[in-house]
């Protein structure tokens, strides 16, 4: 027998009865960081913004830094309406306490999609709520299409670690359409000092059993610019021997040219590098201005996060290495004598 919660949320999507097909309008969950609004939060409000509708955003936390980042938010271009809740309850977000809250707020409304940037969080928050409303969720779309007349949502997303690109139709037998967005494909939304849009409270959902109980967080920190959306990144792999050999190594290319530092997972896995710094398949997506591989073989899980950058410069010892094949600039040299040669040349 389905539990209470979930047969009310059920009878709700069935008693929803369209004359034709409703016009989007989508639930953006927008993440933030101690005041600062999630840069890939923006870049999924571009994509929210594309399906043509109305476009709600949802602000969850502690009452620390709600009112700060309501603020912000509310100037974003593309938000037609802004919720927030506030509540100790959200201080350290985790999906068994959101979820009862975006269930009720989807139970009873005309949302057509349920939008994310791919974080951790959300990563689980959003196959963790569709599988509760009995619908699928689509995972870090880089294109998409929605066509009202038949009310379905074409998404485009990679595939075997970038290798193929599938293409996923959710027809209007899906009632709410779920999808998290990879930042890299769209450009973040900018903020309208002039724009007034409708701000509403929403009251928080109590879980008096919360299965979990969030016990600290550690996060790495760091006075580099964010590798996430860093303009240049300078990456390292497994022959920089060790941890300290490889920050003496690259950080002073990456100070040189005010980059984030990235890695390999071979220099992650030998820890060389924060796991934070990992950069491919089973890391982060980045695709800056300017990415330059050092002393990375170039396998197709680390070209699966960072093909898409605009200018790839490649340092290997090896002509044959796979790097090259994607490499705009690539030299074949060993990274001890030319790192301090390109630093020396940049300073200049
Ligand atoms: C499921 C799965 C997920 C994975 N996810 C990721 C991921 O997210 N990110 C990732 O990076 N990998 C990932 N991998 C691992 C990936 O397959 C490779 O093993 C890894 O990327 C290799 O790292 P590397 O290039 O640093 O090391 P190697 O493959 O050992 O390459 C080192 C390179 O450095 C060159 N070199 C050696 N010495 C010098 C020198 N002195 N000067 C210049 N060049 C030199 C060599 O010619 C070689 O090309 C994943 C693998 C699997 C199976």
């Known amino acids: 027998m389905l539990p209470r919660r979930s047969f009310v949320v059920f009878r709700s999507f069935l008693s929803r009865n369209y004359a034709s097909a409703p016009p989007p309008h989508a639930l953006i969950f927008l993440e933030h960081r101690q ?22 955003g949802l602000v969850v936390g502690s009452p620390e830094y709600v009112p700060a980042v309501v603020d912000k938010v509310k100037k974003l271009k593309g938000l037609t309406s802004l919720l927030h809740s506030t509540s100790d309850l959200y201080a350290q977000q985790l999906p068994e306490t959101l979820s009862p809250l975006l269930e009720k707020l ?26 509760k409303l009995d619908v699928p969720s689509v995972s870090e779309i880089t294109s998409l299409e929605h066509d009202s007349s038949s ?23 899906v009632p709410i359409k779920f999808f998290t967005v990879r930042a890299t494909n769209f450009d973040p939304a900018p903020s309208e000092e002039s724009q007034e849009i409708e701000v509403k409270a929403v009251d928080p959902v109590d879980v008096p059993e919360c299965p979990v109980e969030h016990i600290s967080t550690q996060l790495s920190k760091s ?3 964010d590798l996430s959306v860093a303009g240049r990144v300078v990456s390292g792999g497994r022959p920089l ?24 997972r071979a220099a992650v896995d030998a820890g060389y590098a924060d796991n934070s ?16 591989a050092i002393g990375i073989s170039g396998a197709i899980q680390h070209l699966a996060g960072m093909k898409d950058s605009k200018m790839i410069v490649a340092v290997n010892k090896d002509p044959d290495a796979p790097i090259f094949q994607v490499a705009d600039v690539g030299l074949v040299a060993d990274l001890y004598e030319a790192v301090p040669q390109i630093i020396e040349k940049l300073k200049q």
């Open 106 to 131: 989807l139970s009873d409304s005309e949302y057509t999609h349920v939008i994310s940037t791919p974080s951790s969080l959300a990563k689980s928050l959003l196959p963790r709520v569709a599988a």
């Open 151 to 173: 009310n379905s949502t074409t998404f485009t997303r990679p595939i075997y670690a970038g290798n193929a690109i599938s293409t996923v139709r959710l027809s209007s037998s």
């Open 223 to 225: 006075d580099r610019p």
């Open 241 to 264: 021997k060790n941890a300290e050999t490889f920050a003496s190594t690259l950080n002073p290319l990456a100070d040189v040219l005010g980059a984030a530092v990235g890695a390999s």
């Open 35 to 56: 005041g600062d609004v999630d840069s890939g939060s923006l870049s999924a409000l571009t994509a929210a913004s594309l399906l043509g509708g109305k476009v709600t």
């Open 277 to 292: 710094l990992q950069v491919g398949q089973t890391g982060k997506v980045v695709a800056p201005e300017l990415y330059m």
